[in-house]
């Protein structure tokens, strides 16, 4: 194709190959060469003194301003009033759909300021004429305007694992859940986060800007909406992105490590700083209140509501809230290199694993393996600046991944920079023998850093660490048959109602119980993590699993069976049951072959109430065994719950598990807690913990900075003590903790790619000091805040 030039909004001249004469006739513009024309076709530019029609305000406000202006005169500032509401939105709805389908490389791009007091996180959302619709989000800090770009369409990479030339910037097929930019400039990419990857860009019917569960009103300026083509490619933007130590190349900042020498300089002075983990001076033995109320003392941790707050208890019986952080373990550190074996010398998973994959060690590849080492993606070898070889004693850092859950790669060998500069900052007298220096110094700052307790997934050598408090878990997973939700994020539910489920799960808290040895500094148990129980964007996705499984043959379902079992107890006759649901079902063994239409009429109240009662007994079943296993093997513990993600938790789940949890989880990824969405815990009335939160920044080099966005450091740093301040304030939540202790790997971990800013520390194993600050300063006030009333006289 014939070359064609434009120029940008910054008279800076580019070369664009991918666009073809079509499709700059749709943008307007001219293909004669010599009148070099832009190629960006603005939707909305603010100009007129009235917003246009196309433009609608949710829970906000918008005015035309002179302020903030890129181009032209004028742009619209928007308040959105997030703090009183969950959702506050701008949209952009043509009265016709957009066709961009003749543009083979473009981005939507928006100029946008902030001049409120809070940095901003922005979710975009583009539906098409499918029903179709992509997210991505972006972080705006407060200051002056920048471009903010979405990619829908282009920039194609043919590698020798991508022979079709699949846009890895629209599948994942990198490995990383977000990539670097395919362009220099000093635009920002607006970062993907879930939906459709690829839209149908002949019929766009909507985008839409948002801000979600916020804890403050938030403000920008928009200006200059548009389509701009994209710039010519930089075919090796996935290349050379990480250093020997497993950082960033293309960014400095303030954690960087240089060299080896400065890593244990850096190490030496954080000893001296640590003085061997000394604690704040308020708190007892196991990290309890001391200059609170004694209450009763058991020996183990334990709930009771005092006054309106529920508390959590220490053995001693002082008053104690829970602070912590996830995952002090190597299983999630290791990245895939691009390399494989011969599977006839790995050693394959077996079904009577307790330990699913990613939540397993390093497992390095059989010595017999490595002559069969093979390069079997070059896009993801070249990643790396330096990987060692098998003869290099840091090859001890290699390992490998039976199986991934997402990604371009099924398996493979790979790789933890973290455990290498482990290795690196403590030597290694015997294989692994670091661990035990980096193990005391991980004690060390959770006591200093004011934390009262480890989070869930820790290493079992922590167990019987005697320092300080922690929580247990296990994972049921075996060969039981599943049910679906029709939405099984990281995999089927189990049907509880086959007994290979409760053997499965005697199995599994046989083996907790053998590795808390009845410790009175293990707080509790978490089993399981983040089930798709039901989502919650209307009744049908909420009752999925009823939905699903009614479809079943009862013979076949264990839980169809008991639906089949409940409904024809409670009608008796097949014509009742048709009556309340307005249904047409032949007979009671259509019913039970699943040989009907089950879908849910939501208006039919009867009917729901019934799906909702069938999610309730199956639910309670599954936490009925839990609690039973739970009270055999380790009845001085508690039970903490099974950790639902905050889009996988309908209420007759909920409702079911409170009858056999001690304290009820959540993971929680928001800016922190808001009014209307918890309003419930309040006829809960449970002690309630947050499992996982987090905050990140793409300001540390990162292309994904995590679920919740900050504009930098310091001010993830605010956001980590805002969120807290939400729970600790709340009567009803016992604690929470931060997910996770390291950064993930900036190539994506191996089992699905996260590759976010999310650690308190980095992949050196150097601390953010801005996180620790924030940190200190919070535990400093904990309990001060929480039952500051309660204080001794």
């Not at 029609?53 to 308040?79: H, P, R, Y």
């Not at 020798?160 to 395919?182: C, F, I, M, W, Y």
């Not at 309730?616 to 599954?622: D, G, I, R, V």
């Amino acid at each position: 194709m014939k070359k064609l030039s434009y120029i940008d909004r910054k008279n800076k001249n580019f070369t664009l190959s991918a666009l073809s004469v079509a499709s700059m006739a749709l943008l307007g513009c001219q293909t004669n060469e010599v009148q070099e024309q832009p190629l960006e076709k603005t939707l909305f530019d603010f100009e007129s003194a009235t917003l246009p029609v196309e433009v609608q305000l949710i829970n906000a406000e918008g005015s035309v301003v002179s302020k903030g202006v890129t181009k032209g005169n004028k742009a619209l500032n928007v308040k959105f009033h997030s703090k009183k509401h969950e959702y506050s939105a701008i949209n952009f709805t043509p009265t016709q759909a957009w066709d961009w389908s003749d543009l083979d490389s473009f981005s939507i791009a928006f100029d946008i300021s902030n001049q409120g007091q809070y940095s901003t996180q922005l979710f975009l959302n583009v539906y098409d004429h499918n029903g179709q619709v992509y997210t991505r989000s972006v972080n705006v800090p407060v200051g002056s305007a920048k471009t903010y770009y979405s990619k829908m369409a282009g920039h194609d990479l043919v590698s020798p694992d991508n022979k079709h030339g699949e846009n890895v910037e629209l599948n994942l097929s990198s490995g990383l859940r977000s990539n670097p930019a395919t362009w220099e400039s000093d635009q920002v990419q607006f970062i993907w986060m879930w939906g459709t990857k690829n839209l149908d860009t002949k019929g766009i019917k909507q985008i839409s800007l948002s801000v979600q569960y916020n804890l403050h009103d938030k403000e920008v300026t928009i200006d200059n909406v548009r389509v701009m083509p994209n710039p010519k490619m930089n075919k090796q933007y996935l290349e050379g992105i990480v250093d020997k130590f497993g950082q960033p190349t293309r960014l400095e900042y303030e954690e960087k490590i240089h060299s080896e020498k400065e890593l244990l300089e850096v190490k030496e002075k954080e000893l001296a700083r640590l003085n061997n983990g000394e604690k704040l001076s308020d708190r007892s033995k196991f990290s309890g209140w001391k200059e609170g109320p004694k209450l009763a003392a058991t020996g183990y941790f334990r709930t009771e509501k005092v006054g309106d707050k529920w508390s959590l208890v220490d053995p001693e019986g002082y008053l104690y809230f829970t602070t912590g952080i996830d995952n002090v373990r190597m299983s999630n550190a290791t990245t895939l290199t691009g390399y494989d074996f011969d599977q006839n010398v790995i050693n394959q998973r077996s079904a009577d694993e307790l330990t699913p994959e990613d939540s397993q060690g390093l497992n390095p590849p059989p010595k017999n393996a490595i002559p069969t080492r093979k390069l079997v993606s070059e896009t993801r070898a070249n990643m790396f600046e330096w990987l060692p070889d098998y003869n290099d004693p840091l090859a001890s850092s290699y390992g490998y991944r039976r199986g991934a859950h997402s990604g371009p790669l099924e398996r493979g060998e790979v790789f933890s920079f973290y455990m290498a500069n482990l290795e690196r900052k403590y030597g290694e007298t015997t294989p692994y023998s670091y661990l035990e220096d980096w193990s005391k110094v991980t004690v060390d700052r959770m006591l200093s850093w004011g934390f009262t307790s480890f989070g869930n997934w820790i290493d079992p050598m922590y167990y019987d660490n005697a320092r300080i408090p922690y929580f247990a878990n296990g994972w049921i997973i075996g060969d039981f048959k599943t049910v679906s939700s029709g939405n099984d994020f990281w995999g089927g539910l189990p049907d509880v109602f086959d007994p290979k489920f409760e053997e499965r799960a005697d199995a599994t808290i046989k083996q907790v119980a053998k590795e808390v040895n009845n410790s009175p500094w293990c707080v509790g148990v978490f089993i399981d993590n983040e089930k798709s129980w039901g989502r919650p964007e209307s009744k049908t996705t909420e009752l999925g699993i009823v939905i699903h499984t009614l479809t079943q043959n009862g013979a076949e379902s264990p839980t169809k069976n008991m639906f089949t079992e409940q409904m024809r107890a409670k009608y008796e006759n097949i014509a009742k049951l048709n009556q309340a649901w307005n249904t047409n079902i032949a007979s009671w063994d259509a019913f039970q072959q699943g040989s009907f239409n089950s879908k849910l009429d939501e208006a039919n109240a009867q009917q729901v109430a019934d799906y909702e009662k069938l999610l309730f007994e199956y639910a309670s079943e599954y936490f009925r065994i839990v609690d039973a296993k739970l009270e055999k093997y380790m009845p001085n513990h508690m039970y903490m719950g099974v950790r639902f993600a905050d889009w996988g938790m309908p209420m007759p789940v909920v409702q079911a598990s409170k009858k056999y949890v001690d304290v009820v989880s959540f993971n929680l990824y928001k800016e922190g807690l808001t009014k209307k969405k918890w309003a419930f815990l309040e006829d809960l009335d449970m002690p309630t913990v947050i499992g996982e939160f987090h905050m990140g920044t793409t300001a540390s080099g990162f292309f994904h900075p995590g679920l919740v966005h900050a504009a930098n450091q310091e001010d993830r740093a605010r956001m980590y003590k805002d969120y807290m301040h939400s729970i600790i304030d709340n009567d009803y939540f016992i604690g929470a903790h931060w997910f996770q202790y390291l950064d993930s790997p900036i190539t994506g971990r191996a089992y699905d790619g996260e590759n976010y800013n999310v650690g308190f520390v980095s992949v050196t194993d150097v601390p953010y000091n801005a996180m620790v600050k924030a940190a200190r300063e919070l535990h400093e006030e904990l309990y001060e805040r929480r039952f500051g009333d309660l204080k001794q006289k």
